[in-house]
């Protein structure tokens, strides 16, 4: 996690063959600065992939890709809420995909799904690689079944714990309708909702959970994360490992499994698209056949 919280939010998943940053919610200096931290540079970055279209998930994009031909990859609602009024309309390496939609970046199988939230289409993410996966869902009023199905294969589980519910109705700062806003079904996570969501997928496989997205006025780190180790206890889930991101800086890098070593194809990346698959292998005219299927959808 290069750093996540109601200010701004942005994370690294790689594998030997592929670096993928999810959203772009930090200053793009602060990406830049972060990303080399992990010793990444954003040159060496195969696509950003988008949640939504929020500012705390792409205030820092507009500048990053000024001189960065990375693909972006977002649904075609959320790549129109982006790009519109700003420089990216003229980002040439856009990838539309459809919610719902699966697809590869290189040796990285992207699973979408949709989250309510209060955004233009938002969506959450499995990612599967080798034989170990990582669940992404921040930004969402409640879980879904579709969501809770989509996560019960992760091994690594990356969920927003947003407020306390009793620091939200005390705060004396935020407006009755803001405060409706986060606690309504397309608002964010409480510490509790979020436990809940937990408990929910311990039959299933995972292993680790990293929490994020917490509210500077409405949470503290050890509240989201005694409210979740609580509720493991409880299930007698001692044993999983429970993480907490913070806004300022880089989190330690998790571990969350092995994927193949050694050569790996790029011509995989063509995968996206297959119905328009060529044999060269050119992603750049996946890229524009994709430009004119987000146009055809808007
Ligand atoms: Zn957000
Ligand atoms: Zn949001």
Same mark, same amino acid.
């Given at each position: 996690?290069? #750093?996540? !919280?109601?200010?701004?939010?942005?994370a690294?998943?790689?594998?030997?063959?592929?670096?993928?940053?999810?959203?772009? #919610?930090?200053?793009?200096?602060?990406?830049?600065?972060?990303?080399?931290?992990?010793?990444?540079?954003?040159e060496?970055?195969?696509g950003?992939?988008?949640? *939504?279209?929020? !500012?705390? *998930?792409?205030?820092?994009?507009?500048?990053?890709?000024?001189?960065?031909?990375?693909?972006?990859?977002?649904?075609?609602?959320?790549?129109?809420?982006?790009?519109? #009024?700003c420089?990216?309309?003229?980002?040439?390496?856009?990838?539309?995909?459809?919610?719902g939609?699966d697809?590869?970046?290189?040796?990285?199988?992207? %699973?979408? =799904?949709?989250?309510?939230?209060?955004?233009?289409?938002?969506?959450? $993410?499995?990612?599967?690689? !080798?034989?170990t996966s990582?669940? $992404?869902?921040?930004? @969402?009023?409640?879980?879904?079944?579709?969501?809770?199905e989509?996560?019960?294969?992760?091994?690594?589980?990356?969920?927003?714990?947003?407020?306390?519910? &009793? @620091?939200?109705?005390?705060?004396?700062?935020?407006?009755?309708?803001? &405060?409706?806003?986060? %606690?309504?079904?397309?608002? *964010?996570?409480?510490?509790?909702?979020?436990?809940?969501?937990?408990?929910?997928?311990?039959? #299933?496989?995972?292993?680790?959970?990293? @929490?994020?997205?917490?509210?500077?006025?409405?949470?503290?780190?050890?509240?989201a994360? %005694?409210?979740?180790?609580?509720?493991?206890?409880?299930c !007698?889930?001692?044993?999983?490992?429970? =993480?907490?991101?913070?806004?300022? +800086?880089?989190?330690? %890098?998790f571990?969350?499994?092995?994927?193949?070593?050694?050569?790996?194809?790029?011509?995989? &990346?063509?995968?996206?698209?297959?119905?328009? +698959?060529?044999?060269?292998?050119?992603?750049?005219?996946?890229? /524009?056949v994709?430009?004119?299927?987000?146009? /055809?959808?808007?």
């Amino acid at each position: 996690m290069l #750093g996540s !919280g109601s200010a701004g939010n942005s994370a690294l998943v790689a594998t030997d063959h592929c670096k993928i940053l999810i959203d772009g #919610g930090l200053s793009a200096r602060q990406i830049v600065l972060r990303l080399e931290q992990c010793s990444v540079l954003p040159e060496q970055l195969d696509g950003v992939l988008l949640t *939504h279209e929020h !500012g705390d *998930h792409v205030c820092g994009l507009e500048v990053l890709c000024r001189k960065l031909d990375v693909p972006i990859y977002a649904n075609s609602q959320t790549a129109e809420a982006v790009r519109c #009024g700003c420089s990216l309309e003229q980002h040439r390496n856009w990838r539309i995909f459809r919610t719902g939609a699966d697809f590869a970046i290189c040796d990285i199988t992207v %699973q979408t =799904f949709p989250v309510p939230h209060d955004a233009v289409d938002p969506v959450g $993410f499995a990612f599967y690689a !080798g034989s170990t996966s990582l669940g $992404f869902v921040t930004d @969402l009023g409640y879980a879904t079944k579709m969501i809770v199905e989509r996560l019960r294969q992760v091994h690594t589980l990356v969920i927003e714990t947003n407020h306390d519910e &009793k @620091l939200l109705q005390n705060d004396i700062h935020r407006p009755w309708p803001v &405060k409706q806003r986060i %606690q309504s079904r397309h608002g *964010h996570l409480s510490n509790s909702a979020a436990a809940n969501v937990i408990e929910e997928l311990l039959p #299933g496989k995972v292993d680790r959970v990293v @929490l994020g997205h917490l509210s500077r006025d409405c949470n503290t780190p050890e509240l989201a994360l %005694q409210t979740v180790r609580d509720a493991l206890k409880k299930c !007698g889930k001692i044993d999983i490992e429970v =993480f907490c991101a913070a806004q300022s +800086e880089v989190s330690p %890098q998790f571990r969350i499994g092995e994927t193949t070593r050694g050569h790996f194809s790029r011509r995989l &990346k063509t995968h996206f698209f297959p119905q328009h +698959e060529r044999s060269d292998g050119d992603s750049q005219v996946a890229a /524009e056949v994709c430009d004119k299927t987000g146009n /055809e959808n808007s």
